[in-house]
């Protein structure tokens, strides 16, 4: 198997077979790139800012369930954006669609096989900081996945080995003596990317917040209970993605930045009924804001950060 060998040995057998097969065909099809993309729901037309962009159907690439959502297209694209070699994930798999959530990784694991350093992943989602409203940005700053149902279940050949590219990567024996260095895990959130993309919004007039992202399993919103939760544990923006994707990929070795477009305040009291429509609708709104703050984040990518 050709593509990111010491990436994807982390995986099963089985995984490693299947992400492989997708590798190898995407990579002779010339996709890689150094940043990888997902889009959220609205925010699909970044695409039309790639320069030199080829675009593959999921459907064609081995191994790909597609996608049943409205407006998520579900196509990978390559190509040059910022000055910066990118892979886009246009639509998503949700854990809604009702798939097993390896099954519906399996892209997000393709995606780091394809050897990328680092991975922008973008949803829309529900505000629950009063401070919030429909049309803001949040760079993710941490995550609390409601999915209770750990991503890499089933995935890791050795499920407490240190990943790629952690300090003297030797096993369970490695990550404890680094908790014992640091006082705590790695962050999921690369802090460094997270201020890259935070000076960006400075630098291109798209002021973002940053906050704590909740994802839940869906395809329902929230009770007013969940987001009286929600928000007491501590979040500021309530979603259905993204939290897999980004210990996916940080087990990986690649490195993540996390941003939510804030579609819909989610309210402990009279929220009307809110519909995929409608969060699309506002994807729409900002998604130029959005492809503005993403090219300026990618330029200074391409400068080193
Ligand atoms: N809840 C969950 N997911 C969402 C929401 C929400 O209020 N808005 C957009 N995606």
Redesign the pocket.
């Known amino acids: 198997m050709s593509g990111t060998p010491d990436r994807l040995a982390i995986l099963t057998e089985g995984w490693r077979r299947r992400v492989g097969a997708a590798v190898d065909h995407l990579r002779a099809d010339g996709f890689a790139g150094r940043v990888g993309l997902i889009l959220g729901s609205g925010l699909g037309n970044f695409v039309d800012a790639i320069e030199d962009a080829h675009a593959v159907e999921y459907g064609d690439i081995p191994g790909y369930a597609t996608t049943t959502v409205a407006e998520h297209s579900g196509r990978l694209v390559r190509g040059t954006a910022g000055g910066v070699p990118v892979v886009v994930m246009q639509g998503r798999l949700h854990p809604y669609e009702g798939l097993p959530l390896d099954e519906l990784l399996l892209p997000t694991a393709v995606l780091g096989g394809l050897g990328i350093e680092a991975a922008v992943i973008t949803n ?3 505000g629950l900081n009063r401070l919030y409203t429909p049309g803001d940005l949040m760079v993710i700053r941490d995550q609390i996945d409601m999915h209770l149902d750990d991503p890499l279940r089933g995935l890791l050949a050795e499920p407490f080995a240190a990943p790629p590219g952690a300090p003297g990567a030797e096993g369970a024996a490695a990550v404890l003596a680094e908790i014992g260095r640091s006082g705590g895990l790695p962050d999921l959130y690369d802090v460094k990317l997270a201020g890259s993309l935070v000076a960006a919004g400075g630098r291109a007039g798209v002021p973002v917040h940053t906050g704590t992202y909740a994802s ?1 399993p ?1 395809p329902a ?2 009770a007013k209970a969940e987001i009286g939760m929600l928000r007491r544990i501590g979040c500021d923006a ?3 993605s993204t939290a897999p994707e980004t210990v996916l990929l940080r087990r990986l070795g690649v490195r993540t930045v996390g941003l939510s477009c804030i ?2 305040p ?1 309210r402990e009291t009279g929220q009307p009924q ?1 519909s995929h429509q409608d ?1 699309v609708e506002v994807g729409a709104m900002v998604r130029d804001r959005v492809a503005k703050l993403l090219l300026a984040f990618l330029e200074s990518f391409s400068g080193g950060s």
């Open positions: 829309a989602a529900g839940m869906g919103y929230e309530v979603g259905m579609t819909n989610a809110l969060v």
